[in-house]
């Protein structure tokens, strides 16, 4: 077994293992996108169009969810008239 004299220094070569821009950290910087250009993030944006679509699908995904529990709450409310309290 090699003595502790022997091994040899651990070398630092600058990798890190995890992003260290965490929410919450005085060092925190929302506005850098780190490794992304102006033209990157110009290629990220949505159009009017895309913005409207995504919205409109949102609020008809909730509309479906609203109208499925209104119709349970509805057929709740008539087996309570006609079945349960009769």
């Not at 996108?33 to 009017?48: A, I, N, P, S």
């Not at 895309?50 to 109208?67: K, P, T, W």
């Amino acid at each position: 077994m090699a003595r502790r004299d022997q091994l040899p220094e651990p070398e630092d070569n600058g990798q890190s293992f995890a992003d260290m821009n965490v929410d919450g950290m005085p060092w925190h910087e929302r506005s850098v996108l780190k490794g992304e250009d102006d033209e990157t993030k110009q290629h990220y944006r949505m159009t009017v169009e895309e913005r409207r679509a995504y919205i409109l699908a949102a609020v008809g995904s909730a509309a479906a969810i609203m109208s499925v529990f209104a119709l349970a709450f509805a057929a709740f409310i008539l087996f309570a008239q006609y079945v349960w309290l009769k």
